[in-house]
């Protein structure tokens, strides 16, 4: 027997081992190829997660940006009716000042208006406009600014004048600030974020310098004619799924070359989206790098595939990680990035107490000249310097993040102003305690606006606001060394609590009868006796007592509750005047304040007629007072009213004469039968020329055959120079405050009961 016949075993055990090991290699490499294709999906979808974190991270703020502005444009917008012509301008400066608007003005409901710089606008037809006033807010599209070139978006809500829609509150901004929020560092500065419209046109372009160049004004045209989209994607299906106000991903290619991945995110306003793109070899290892990886390992350890699968395991913690860092880190200081400190810190904040942690808004005073005299890297160091610094001396629980350039935020635990002041001096100390050994001393002092988070449900974007706006604002005198610190105060806050405790309580206090009608005497000069009084309202409420008029007023004449107020008042005058009839007190009318919501119905009269029969008064005995500036506002319905007034046989006195631009012209125009200095013209000492104003219009009336009443008189000299002028009658504290009915009728009939 052959050896070859009789001996095939050691062939066949060659081949069977053969054959166990291409079992064993194909096992091994199919399992291998199924998890390189399971990573590869896992890495993708990684990816996915991460690009729609950031996106709505990015989102978030911009949406918190849009809301913040409309907030402050409407705080603006319920503040504006309560200020005097002369006030508003400054107001508007102050205003564009402290929320950062590149302009602030009004514009009428045809869309024209002027800017405090003169210029005129013509905006009529824009769509802002008609959302503004239709749904309560508004905002355009890109526009260039007719006053510097600037592109400019710009905000606007419904003002309301006198409880009527009288045009809009408007604010532009530059497009540069809503860039400034797309400016997040993430995937280590490589990913960057766009702003576009339901149709696709650009709003707001990334401020990213490495965004690949775009020819067009619309990113869906441009994916259509350059893009090269990864299989199972497609445009038409980005556009269905935006027109829907769906989220998702895009993977595609540009001329550039570069495979990016695109997550698209509704904002809250105008149908906006926002477009979040990173190169995919940014956000990981690269698709072939890893197929190359797994095949060599394959071939090397076929009997070790478990090895080969911990390596792969390793490789992608190692993404994961470098994806957290990239995605959380801020490349400079190497702390936190903006996106890890807002959601970490909004956290802490959901679950904490009022006042159990303050936001500081940090910045180097004017480290630009750092940068420009000593270059960028020298800055650099700078930050990580000062990041350091604040780092080391934060308690458990705080956190220190560079938001933009030289600013920092930092969450702190404790609201007790003094302990928060003491410890940014002592860190700006620290900061600057490499001057110590130095002969020429560069001090780097630091400013901060600390809010004292008293409501942890506020967005993050409005907690930074308010510690921004603390930061901006002048600091106290002795501050002003290394360390300048200034708090929020939340005045603004506080009034508007008051003010909705009021609207919430006035329909009820005027049904209880909580609101008490108040005389102050005029005295007629040349008699020397009580000849008239004016009557006042107050508000008694039953557990703070005496609510002083400027709470309640102005508030009830915003939202037109002050016309019930009026009748009630007037119909409490007419019943006061029955009284004093019917005991023999005649010749002494009472005057009645008109509040301007009052003109809006033109027939609104006809109630104070009916009211006045009904308790049978003369109507001489009656003065209804309107202000001088309703002149400004409407001067054909104010003589139409007046007319009215003296048709019905009612008195009609002009309050507040001298307040206006104009009073001369009010004098040609409306019929008065009373005229009331204001009371400015009383206010601290009177030089001549001041006195022969006085003079002068109290002769004008005198010639008009008008009665004057000096309002506002505080001092007995002023008493005898209107005597000498001529003056009728006069009102004020030199004889008496407003007082209640029965200390009128106690002090001046000397009544008991």
């Known amino acids: 027997m052959s050896i070859t016949q009789n001996t095939p075993g050691p062939k066949r055990s060659f081949r069977a081992v053969l054959c166990v090991f291409a079992l064993v290699g194909l096992l091994v490499v199919s399992i291998g190829a199924y998890y390189i294709d399971t990573l590869r999906d896992s890495m993708k979808e990684e990816t996915n997660r991460y690009l729609q974190e950031i996106a709505h991270h990015v989102s978030s703020m911009v949406n918190d940006r849009i809301e913040s502005t409309f907030t402050a444009l409407e705080a603006i917008a319920d503040t504006y009716p309560r200020l005097s012509e002369e006030k508003r301008p400054e107001y508007f400066r102050e205003m564009e000042k402290d929320y950062g608007f590149l302009r602030l003005l009004v514009l009428d409901e045809t869309g024209r208006g002027e800017t405090l710089r003169g210029t005129r606008l013509d905006l009529g037809g824009q769509p802002f406009l008609k959302a503004a006033l239709e749904k309560g807010r508004g905002a355009s599209g890109p526009m260039i600014s007719t006053d510097d070139g600037q592109e400019v978006i710009i905000f606007a809500v419904p003002l309301y004048l006198d409880g009527e829609l009288a045009g809009v509150v408007a604010a532009s901004n530059t497009t540069e600030t809503l860039r400034n929020t797309l400016n997040v560092e993430s995937f280590g500065g490589a990913g960057f974020c766009h702003i576009i419209d339901i149709n696709g046109d650009f709003v707001v372009r990334s401020p990213n310098p490495i965004v690949e160049p775009i020819a067009g004004d619309n990113y869906f045209a441009v994916l259509e004619q350059q893009g090269v989209l990864d299989s199972g994607y497609s445009i038409p299906a980005v556009k269905e799924d935006i027109a829907a106000g769906l989220t998702g991903i895009l993977y595609f290619s540009l001329e550039d070359g570069i495979h990016k991945a695109m997550a698209y995110v509704p904002l809250e306003m105008n149908q906006w989206y926002l477009l979040s793109v990173v190169p995919i070899n940014a956000a990981g290892v690269s698709e072939q790098k890893i197929i190359q990886q797994a095949i060599f390992i394959t071939i090397c350890v076929v009997l070790a595939f478990l090895a080969l699968i911990l390596a792969l395991m390793s490789i992608q913690r190692r993404n994961q990680r470098r994806l957290w860092e990239i995605a959380y880190v801020d490349p400079v200081t190497g702390g936190m990035s903006q996106a890890w400190f807002n959601g970490k810190a909004e956290a802490l904040i959901r679950n904490a107490t009022p006042g159990t942690y303050a936001l500081a808004s940090l910045d180097i005073r004017q480290f630009k000249l750092m940068n420009d005299l000593f270059g960028s890297q020298a800055g650099d160091r700078v930050l990580r310097h000062l990041h350091d610094v604040i780092r080391t001396r934060l308690k458990q629980g705080e956190l220190v993040s560079r938001i933009a350039a030289d600013t920092f935020h930092l969450l702190l635990k404790g609201g007790n102003q003094t302990e928060l002041r003491s410890r940014l001096t002592e860190m700006a100390e620290a900061f600057n305690a490499f001057n110590r050994e130095q002969k020429q001393k560069y001090f780097l002092p630091i400013s901060v606006g600390v809010y004292v988070i008293d409501d942890p449900k506020l967005s993050m974007i ?66 020397e006796r009580v000849a008239g009084a004016e009557a006042l309202v107050r508000w008694r409420d039953p557990e703070r007592g005496l609510v002083p008029p400027n709470d309640f007023i102005p508030v009830m004449e915003r939202n037109g509750f002050i016309v019930q107020v009026d009748l009630y008042v007037f119909e409490q005058v007419c019943g006061i005047l029955r009284r004093w009839l019917e005991r023999g007190i005649e010749g002494i009318p009472v005057s009645v304040n008109l509040s301007r919501a009052h003109l809006r119905d033109s027939e609104f009269l006809k109630k104070y007629q009916e009211i006045q029969r009904r308790y049978g008064v003369p109507g001489d005995l009656i003065e209804l007072e309107l202000t001088e500036t309703l002149v400004f506002e409407n001067l054909e319905a104010l003589k139409k009213v007046v007319g009215q007034i003296h048709d019905m046989g009612f008195r009609f006195a002009m309050d507040d004469f001298g307040s206006g631009y104009s009073s001369l012209n009010v004098l040609k125009d409306v019929s008065a039968d009373v005229l009331k200095l204001d009371r400015e013209f009383f206010v601290g000492e009177q030089d001549a020329r001041s006195r022969r104003v006085v003079e002068g219009i109290i002769g004008l009336a005198r010639n008009l055959k008008m009665r004057t009443v000096a309002e506002g008189v505080e001092r007995m000299e002023q008493v005898a120079f209107l005597r000498e002028a001529g003056c009728d009658l006069v009102q004020g504290y030199v004889f008496s405050k407003p007082i209640s009915l029965e200390e009128f009728e106690r002090r001046y009939f000397g009544w008991e009961d």
Do not use: W
């Open 462 to 527: 409005a907690i930074q606001d308010r510690a921004n706006v603390a930061r901006k604002r002048k600091a106290e005198e002795q501050e002003q060394g290394l360390c300048r610190c200034a708090f929020y105060s939340g005045v603004e806050q506080e009034q508007l609590l008051r003010e909705k405790e009021i609207a919430n309580r006035m329909e009820t206090a005027l049904a209880e009868g909580e609101f008490e009608v108040y005389l102050q005497p005029k005295v007629a000069l040349k008699e």
